[in-house]
């Protein structure tokens, strides 16, 4: 009797425990939020931008043309951080006077680092009012903050850093991945 009641109490402990600790994983929704997002390139046009989204957060990527870059260089006295000195902000292999791995493409978490706002993309060409001097980038419009198109800040505006380069990688010359570390895929490549 003893060893009966104590089979029958086992399966029941471990008919509670199998949900309880199931419960603890994340949800198939959860993990399709922080998953890995592959972006095909190959038809952005230089000056263009593209908006997906990864982990509940917009993350452009920008195809910039030959002037924007060559501009880029001519901002840093009027910029907070123009080497992006604040690690946090990119990954190692962006933390370079473009903040990318490719010159031509820029990717960014479009997301304000004053507030948390969704600042607006303005070319140069288009109607503004920032001023003779701008070449291009992303405005803030909840507190006038201004990002540069390689996403470093301005100096006297709100936002306190540069705007975020996600992890990313790129597959071939049109297939990016947003979410993996260019280093792991490098890894990957020489094994196969």
């Given at each position: 009797?003893t060893?009966?009641?104590?089979?029958?109490?086992?399966?029941?402990?471990?008919?509670?425990a199998v949900p309880?600790v199931?419960?603890?994983q994340?949800?198939?929704?959860?993990?399709?939020?922080?998953?890995?997002?592959?972006?095909?390139i190959?038809?952005?046009?230089p000056?263009?931008?593209?908006?997906?989204?990864w982990r509940?957060?917009?993350?452009w990527?920008?195809r910039?043309?030959?002037?924007?870059?060559?501009?880029l260089?001519?901002l840093?006295?009027?910029?907070?951080?123009?080497m992006?000195?604040v690690k946090t902000?990119?990954p190692?292999?962006a933390g370079?006077e473009?903040?990318?791995?490719k010159p031509?493409f820029?990717v960014?978490?479009g997301?304000?680092t004053?507030?948390g706002?969704?600042?607006?993309?303005v070319?140069?060409t288009?109607?503004h009012?920032l001023?003779?001097?701008?070449?291009?980038?992303?405005?803030c419009p909840c507190?006038?903050s201004?990002?540069d198109?390689?996403?470093r800040?301005f100096q006297?505006?709100?936002?306190p850093?540069n705007?975020?380069?996600?992890?990313?990688?790129?597959l071939s010359?049109s297939?990016l991945?947003?979410?993996?570390?260019q280093d792991?895929?490098?890894?990957q490549?020489?094994i196969?």
């Amino acid at each position: 009797m003893t060893t009966a009641t104590t089979v029958v109490g086992g399966i029941g402990a471990v008919f509670t425990a199998v949900p309880f600790v199931s419960s603890w994983q994340p949800s198939a929704k959860a993990k399709a939020i922080g998953a890995p997002v592959e972006v095909d390139i190959g038809k952005l046009e230089p000056g263009q931008r593209l908006t997906v989204t990864w982990r509940g957060k917009p993350v452009w990527v920008v195809r910039r043309t030959e002037e924007t870059l060559d501009s880029l260089v001519t901002l840093s006295s009027k910029l907070r951080d123009p080497m992006s000195n604040v690690k946090t902000q990119q990954p190692k292999y962006a933390g370079n006077e473009y903040r990318s791995i490719k010159p031509e493409f820029l990717v960014l978490v479009g997301i304000c680092t004053h507030l948390g706002c969704s600042p607006t993309f303005v070319k140069e060409t288009d109607p503004h009012s920032l001023g003779l001097d701008w070449k291009g980038g992303f405005f803030c419009p909840c507190h006038g903050s201004r990002f540069d198109l390689a996403g470093r800040v301005f100096q006297g505006v709100p936002a306190p850093t540069n705007l975020v380069v996600p992890p990313h990688a790129y597959l071939s010359g049109s297939r990016l991945l947003i979410g993996v570390d260019q280093d792991s895929i490098d890894v990957q490549q020489q094994i196969i």
